[in-house]
């Protein structure tokens, strides 16, 4: 029996009605959701063009009747994923006259690229978007970032920085600086190039979070940090005249 099929009837409700498991990659699948009387991906949704709409709140929330969402379920049911061969693809390549169609956590392993921006338009091996004008990189070139061997030549695994051109590095170690990019900037680990290098790596299918800052994400009032601290809360103040006294300086 194929895997899939292994994992689907194993996780049975708690796994994605669209790519059929549970725990795909939560950074390439996304959170899962309740739907309807459904678990779904994320990311799942957004690439099978279930799309979502911003609420007044500035939240984000399912735009899609029960029934709209019973139809879409029923068109992927009729479609078989090239990559893995199981039914129930609702991505389809975004070029013109091609249907292949697959699972998002199956795109990886099928050479396709997924574009977390603007349409997250989504391309099969054949059609997705190349670098252009990259030349082989130089023998014995090591990746930027786990300093092993990148190979003879530019593939879906290997990716060089459109920027200085010489910076190789493997895609799962650019997607990996990616997602922990955190507070610094997502830049080429050779020559620190930023924004080149984040519109080339997101056309190639990187995911690069847009993370807001925390205060917020969580609205909190960050104001209290730029009031002056006027108490020492040290567990043994050494201060003579007691814990609510300051230096003149310092």
């Known amino acids: ?62 735009d899609i009747t ?70 082989a990189p130089a023998e014995d070139t090591n990746c930027a970032i786990c300093l092993k061997s990148v190979g003879e030549r530019a593939s879906f695994s290997t990716l060089v920085c459109p920027a200085c051109t010489h910076t ?16 610094t900037p997502f830049q080429c680990p050779g020559c620190g190039n930023s924004t080149l290098f984040r519109k080339e790596m997101s056309t190639l299918g990187i995911h690069i979070p847009d993370r807001r800052p925390a205060r917020e994400e969580n609205d909190v009032d960050a104001s209290h940090l730029l009031q002056r601290h006027h108490r020492c809360d040290a567990f043994k103040c050494f201060h003579p005249e007691g814990r609510d006294q300051a230096e003149e300086e310092g």
């Open 168 to 183: 190789w590095f493997h895609r799962g170690c650019i997607q990996l600086e990616a997602l922990n990019a955190g507070t």
């Open 66 to 135: 029960h029934d709209d969402l019973t139809r879409k379920l029923k068109k992927a049911n009729r479609k078989q994923c090239f990559v893995c061969g199981e039914r129930g693809a609702a991505i389809t390549c975004a070029e013109s006259g091609c249907d292949r169609s697959f699972h998002l956590p199956c795109a990886v392993g099928g050479e396709c690229i997924t574009q977390f921006f603007g349409e997250h338009r989504s391309f099969c091996w054949e059609h997705r978007p190349q670098q252009a004008a990259v030349t």
């Open 1 to 62: 029996m194929p895997k899939r099929k292994r994992d689907a009837s194993s996780l049975q409700e708690t796994a994605c009605v669209l790519c059929h498991q549970e725990c795909a990659k939560p950074n390439s699948c996304g959170r899962i959701l309740g739907i309807c009387w459904m678990l779904a991906h994320e990311f799942c949704l957004i690439f099978a063009n279930i799309l979502f709409a911003e609420t007044p709140s500035g939240r984000e929330a399912l």
